[in-house]
Each structure stands twice: as C-alpha cells, then as structure tokens.
C-alpha cells in the first residue's frame, strides 16, 4: 500500500485523486472498535482498496460470506456425582447437546452455512456435578436472509436444550459482518484491475471466498471495494502460513496503475456507472 501510494505521489496526475488511509488493530476479532470508522470512511470515498492477503493461486476474492459470532451460557445445578447426582443438572451436558444441535444444523443447509464452535469452557471436580458451561462459535452465511434464518434457528435450538429440567440457555452475539455480494460497482472495479493487470503481464482473476474482513464491513456501508490486494501466499491462520515476497512488487505496482488511471477518469470514478 504505502510503495503504491508513494508512485502515484510521484505522478503527474498526483494532485487529481484523494486518498485517506485507515490501519485497524481489531481486525481479526470483527472489527468491533473500527467499524464506525469504517463506515465514516465509507461515507467520504468512491471506493475502498483492502490490503488482505491474495488467494493463493494469485486470484482475488469477489463475494464474501457474513459473519456472526456468539457465545452461549449454560446454567445448571451442582450436586454429588455419586450420592445425589439426580438432584442437579449437568450444564456440560447441556452445552453437548447444543453442540450436536449445531452441527446438525450446519448439515440441514451444506454449502450454505458453516458453524464453526472455537471454544468451551465448564466443570471442576470430576465427582461435581457441574453447573457452568460456555461456548464460543462461529456462523457464517452466504446471504442477508441467511442472517435471520440462523437467528431464528438458534432461538429454536435455545428453547429446546433450556427446556431441560434445571437448565438455563443465553445466547449472546450478532452477525458483525454482512455478506458481501458481487454487485455491479464492485464488479466494474474487479474487472479495471484486471486491465491493469493485463498492461503488467499479469492474469487477475476473483473467486467467491469462505473468509471474511474489513471489506463486508465497507461494502454493506455501500462502498465498492476489493478487499484481496495485499501479496499471495498461503497457510493462512496456521504455523506454516508464508508469504511469496516476489509478490509485495507486484501487487504494490498493480495498485499504483489502478490509481493512476482512476486520477486520470481512464477508469470512471463511479465504478459501474458509465
């Protein structure tokens, strides 16, 4: 971004184009903080460049999915496990059955929805019957409808493990991030890199991704973006995840001709609108 940023400052037609950078720390954990500077700077700009990693074959994401996370608490009954343990209610036992529910969840829509349950926390002693259960999950749908379907479908699924004897459900969370659709603005703004990236020898093509970023943030604000400009590598959220750094060159050189030609109306301003 900054290599891009410091060419077309070099350029003649530097002064014919704006820009505002914004760098988050909370990207990863949704955005919670940044959002409404997101949204702002959506407000004040024609259009947004993100600099989240390239897929690995080098191709850049178009549609992305929504995403939500929560936490869900259960609330039971201590007893003795040995002596009286009909006298309390098992809250990890509980949590057990919404997990299954979950997963049974995900399946009833395969391809649609994925739920992915990132931690659980609960228990003491193995002779307690435990009253505390937690677990943090992750829901991922593909379009706004999705969003209210799996709202509804947790509330069903809530009632029905709350409706144990001596157990109570509360389930906290939101979906954070829309899904981010391949509208005709963001469209527009795919296919000018692609010209540009024909002018540089390279094939820039996009593909729908199961991840999301700051880009659902910006794009449901109403601003085209892409959202995959920074290098290709690969292993992402793992121990091996690298970058290829021939890529930094490339990709920064990609950006630096899309602002260029967008400083000199080559490419409309109002992506999708000529």
Known sequence: MLAALECLEE??????????????????????????LLEEAAKQCHLGLVFEPALPDGALVGERPGSGNFIATFRGRTAHAGRNPETGANAIQAL?????SLRQLEQSRRGEVRINVGAVQGGGPVNVVPDFALCRFNIRVKTPEGMDWAHQALTGIRQRVGRQEGISVEINGTFGRHPK?????????LKSLAACGRDLNLSIQWRPSGGVCDGNILASAGLPNV????????????????????????RARLVALLLMRLAGKEISWLAGTE
């Open 11 to 36: 350029s003649p037609v530097a002064r014919k184009i704006g820009w505002d950078v914004l760098i988050v720390p909370d990207e990863e954990i949704g955005s919670p903080k940044s959002k409404p």
């Open 96 to 100: 057990t059955d919404f997990v299954v």
């Open 181 to 189: 659709i391949l509208d005709a603005r963001t469209l527009h703004l």
């Open 227 to 250: 959202d995959t400009l920074g290098p290709v590598g690969d292993g992402i959220h793992t121990p091996n995840e690298y970058v290829v750094e021939s890529t930094i060159v490339e």
